[in-house]
């Protein structure tokens, strides 16, 4: 059963685009929404978060809109790099200490 | 360098066979977990424990075992192991009380033949 669904599986994004990357929820009891950036290679490392209490929130270039009554957030990458070509992976979590995360989005920006 | 130290990066095994992931951390976190990597599937959470002595079952526990006998150390151990568990295996930890900013390791990629 999966409790977060996110969409699109790959995005192909041309430098200085908008990236966008889309999750759902089911569970009401979430309140903690965290987006994860992982290289080839490597562990995923903590990108940006946000709690429900607030629509968005902007860092850098990343901004994560949130929408509680759709329980749906969302991750924005503005002005895309080639350097930003990853897999991102959504998540979120009820005030436990366990993190459920989505399947992962394999973003390639091209120059 | 502080962070999750993960042992072996790769490792082959036959079917049956069975052998243990080892997982450091030096960050005095209290919570660490396990989850494994599969194309398609994300991240799923296999074991998890918010501190020594204490373990619990994640989505995908069966044919894991887990122990927490220090603050630092989260061993995973595949008890007979099963071409299904072919995967990227990462260890992650935090401060208790919040999934807040993990900090994961590197991964082991295990294959089981």
């Known amino acids: 059963q999966q409790q977060v669904k996110q969409s699109p599986q790959s995005l192909i994004v041309q430098k200085g685009g908008i990236s966008i990357i889309n999750c759902a929820y089911e569970?009401?009891?979430?309140?903690?929404f965290p987006w994860y950036q992982q290289f080839p290679g490597k562990g995923p490392a903590l990108l940006i978060a946000i709690r429900p209490d607030v629509s968005e929130k902007k860092e850098g270039r990343f901004t994560i809109s949130f929408n509680k009554s759709a329980k749906q957030f969302s991750l924005h990458i503005m002005d895309s790099q080639p350097g930003d070509s990853a897999t991102y992976f959504c998540a979120a979590s009820g005030g436990a200490d366990k993190l459920i995360f989505g399947t992962g989005t394999r973003l390639q920006v091209f120059p | 360098n502080a962070g999750v130290t993960q042992t072996p990066k790769f490792q082959v095994l036959k079917t049956g066979q069975s052998m243990t992931l080892q997982c450091a951390q030096d960050?005095?976190?209290?919570?660490m977990s396990w989850y494994r990597q599969d194309p398609g599937m994300g991240l799923r959470l296999i074991h998890y424990s918010v501190g020594a002595g204490i373990t619990d079952q994640g989505e995908v526990p069966n044919g894991y075992n887990v122990s927490r006998s220090t603050t630092e150390d989260f061993p995973l151990r595949l008890l007979s192991a099963a071409p299904s568990q072919t995967s990227v295996y990462f260890c992650?930890?935090?401060?208790?009380?919040?999934?807040?900013?993990?900090?994961f390791g590197s991964g082991t990629r295990l294959t089981v033949v």
């Open positions: 569970n009401t009891a979430f309140d903690y």
């Open positions: 992650a930890s935090s401060y208790r009380g919040s999934a807040y900013g993990y900090t």
């Open positions: 960050m005095n976190h209290e919570y």
